[in-house]
């Protein structure tokens, strides 16, 4: 007893020291693992100078083929209550996005415009807020829910459907706040949209043209915040708490309940952690939601039924220590939510169409460390599939770019499209991919970091080339 102490004691001390580097775009930590694209002043082509003006015809969208794919990701619209309450993560953001997406629509240059994940979102709703606004909890109470947010955000879905007017192909890829908008959901508000799908919740899409191009929301390796179609049923829990047998909500959706009703702006993260697989999965879990929990500072009793659901056959009210395992003398003591999480991790992966499987710390790392996710391109594409060289990432909310080699000793570009709430470090940016067909049969493939500016101009963050034989 007093051993396992001792041993837990040395995990909290570590991973507690650990939490305060996590979720820095540009820290020495991305360096270690990436040569940035913005560095490589060779390969910086003129036009995409910084100034650019998305107005005329000296902008950045330039491209004489009309191929440029353009892809933005973690909007997180949310309901009228979100912007009227002023718990909603967009909403500063709206008109400089409605500008942009209006230049989409006007620009010759643009081929396509890729939406990867958390356009709608319906996880940033206060724990006392019932989630679905009284519409029910079912997926036609969703669906009413997912109307309502697009009637809260006009500009954004008219600057959508203009892009589509204007003859440009649109496609959608599901994040994990929107993993519950059903295609259908997608296709009535946007009729003719493509969208990209394969397991619940999640999706992976590779432009017409441009296979070796891989774009996705990236949740699919968070151990928080991927599809979780395992637990709170029998025979995974001692009960049903959700009367959906599909249920995929992860315990994600939770930590950003809590998060909205504490004036939590921007993702609630379970910290950096940092270990080994040697020790139990379970302390693993606890201690990420001990770093969630010190980082919100939740001012609410935690063992108060406060926590309201309706989403997701979900209709019960829980208290926050309902989700956190406890510490006892005796181990850990699992939470009626979500207990023995970490057991169905491996099955979870495999439902989730996880290429290359990877440990419990992993899945954790990969939503702390931003760094973390963004080597899940090289992890799940680029060190497996030789055919794949280029990988569009959201989820973490920070925008940048690095390169690769893969086991071809090929050179490999990965990037992330950002974000545009309105306190994302940086806002407002986006990714373009611009591939340009050579005489030879050869496609030389810019691909650039921008964020869209107040002064309604592209500044450039990063860029990178690689050249790909097809």
């Known amino acids: 007893m007093k051993k396992s102490c001792i041993i837990l004691c040395i995990i909290v001390l570590s991973l507690t020291l650990l939490s305060g580097c996590s979720n820095s775009g540009n820290s020495a930590g991305d360096t270690a693992y990436y040569s940035s694209g913005a560095s490589t002043a060779d390969l910086l082509h003129p036009e995409y100078a910084t100034t650019d003006v998305l107005t005329d015809e000296s902008y950045g969208l330039t491209d004489p083929q009309g191929n440029l794919v353009v892809v933005l990701s ?132 590779s432009p017409g043209g441009l296979p070796e191009v891989l774009i996705e929301h990236s949740h699919r390796y968070d151990f928080f915040n991927a599809p979780d179609m395992y637990s709170n049923r029998i025979p995974y829990s001692k009960e049903n708490y959700t009367n959906n047998s599909s249920a995929i909500i992860p315990p994600g959706f939770f930590v950003s309940k809590i998060a909205a009703s504490n004036n939590f702006q921007t993702p609630a993260i379970p910290g950096s952690l940092g270990a080994t697989d040697s020790l139990i999965g379970p302390f693993f879990y606890w201690t990420a939601w001990k770093l969630i929990l010190s980082q919100v500072n939740p001012s609410q009793d935690y063992n108060a039924k406060i926590i309201k659901t309706g989403i997701d056959g979900y209709t019960g009210v829980y208290s926050i220590n309902d989700l956190v395992p406890q510490v006892t003398l005796s181990g850990i003591q699992q939470p009626t939510l979500y207990a023995y999480i970490e057991d169905n991790w491996k099955n979870r992966q495999t439902q989730n169409q996880v290429n290359s499987l990877i440990s419990v710390v992993s899945g954790l790392l990969v939503g702390s460390l931003s760094v973390w996710c963004d080597l899940q391109s090289n992890t799940q594409y680029f060190s497996r599939d030789t055919s794949k060289r280029i990988v569009v990432f959201g989820h973490t909310h920070k925008a940048t770019m690095g390169s690769r080699l893969n086991s071809d000793s090929q050179k490999c570009i990965y990037a992330n499209s950002g974000t545009w709430i309105d306190k994302g470090d940086p806002a407002c940016t986006f990714v373009i991919i611009d591939p340009d067909l050579k005489i030879d049969g050869s496609v030389n493939e810019t691909v650039t970091v921008y964020q869209y500016t107040a002064s309604q101009t592209m500044k450039q963050l990063y860029q990178d080339s690689i050249t790909v034989r097809k």
């Open 74 to 205: 973690d909007i997180h619209m949310g309901d009228q209550r979100a912007i009227d309450e002023g718990y909603g993560w967009f909403r500063a953001n709206e008109p400089l996005l409605a500008g942009f997406l209006a230049s989409l629509a006007a620009s010759p240059a643009v081929k396509e415009v890729v939406i990867g994940g958390d356009f709608f979102d319906e996880w940033v709703i206060p724990m006392d807020h019932d989630t679905l606004n009284g519409f029910g909890s079912d997926q036609q109470a969703e669906s009413k829910f997912v109307d309502s947010v697009a009637a809260a955000n006009p500009t954004i879905i008219s600057g959508i459907k203009a892009i589509m007017s204007a003859g440009k192909k649109v496609t959608y890829v599901p994040g994990n706040h929107d993993m519950l908008v059903t295609s259908d959901d997608i296709s009535r508000i946007f009729p003719g949209i493509n969208q990209s799908r394969d397991a619940a919740g999640l999706g992976t899409y």
